[in-house]
């Protein structure tokens, strides 16, 4: 069965870096999503990405916040400048047709702060 | 803002009966609800989702029930196994948008 595949499954990175979370929707996907959680909180929205640009963001995605396709296959999401808060579990999403909303997810970075 | 809540942060029921998880939403403007599944260290599962021209919709061994009126959603999990053992998220979508909002999660546990 195919599914969105997210690398790393966990990163740690020091307050201040930039980190990049890669994910690879499923192939025939048209829409792509990144959510995050912290822990034992709710599952938030952060973008979804359509036809090379972002066609929704929520407040959280910030300026420090920006997703990229930069070739057919992976789909990133660059955090410039990390803060504590950014600590959290980052799933990738897709979904294969412009009126399906029902999206997959993968299984996560989580991505810790120090 | 406007956002999706669950009535019940765990639910522990026996292997083998039915369970009930129950959501409830205050958008009004939402017209599309989804059931995901979360295991531990997982990402969300979709279970089921239903539009909301519909008030039931059947999966295998699941049911969604959507009463606007009182704007409630509820997953029904029949011969409940200990494999269902999870966090169940429900999830809506705002007519016209791609994000969806996600509620705080039901913890399921199936005793055997």
């Known amino acids: 069965e195919p599914e969105v595949t997210q690398t790393p499954s966990h990163q740690v990175t020091q307050m201040g870096q930039e980190v990049i979370l890669r994910c690879v929707p499923i192939?025939?996907?048209?829409?792509f999503y990144w959510y995050r959680q912290i822990l034992g909180q709710k599952v938030e929205f952060l973008v979804s990405f359509y036809n090379n640009e972002i066609s929704e963001k929520s407040e959280i995605f910030d300026d420090q916040f920006s997703v990229e396709r930069p070739d057919g296959s992976n789909f990133t999401l660059k955090i410039r400048s990390t803060k504590l808060e950014d600590s959290a579990m980052y799933f990738c999403a897709s979904t294969q047709l412009t009126t399906e909303i029902g999206a997959f997810f993968g299984q996560g970075t989580r991505l810790t702060v120090v | 803002g406007e956002s999706v809540g669950l009535h019940l942060p765990t639910l522990s029921v026996q292997e083998g009966d039915n369970s009930i998880i129950n959501c409830a939403y205050s958008?009004?403007?939402?017209?599309?609800f989804i059931w995901y599944k979360q295991e531990s260290g997982k990402g969300p599962q979709f279970i089921i989702d239903?539009?909301?021209?519909?008030d039931k919709r059947q999966g295998q061994r699941v049911t969604v029930l959507l009463n606007k009126t009182v704007k409630h959603l509820s997953l029904q999990i029949a011969a409940t196994q200990p494999g269902d053992s999870a966090v169940y998220f429900c999830a809506e979508r705002e007519t016209g948008r791609r994000a969806l909002t996600f509620g705080s999660g039901t913890r399921l546990q199936v005793q055997p």
């Open positions: 958008n009004s403007a939402s017209d599309y």
């Open positions: 192939s025939n996907h048209l829409y």
């Open positions: 239903i539009r909301s021209n519909m």
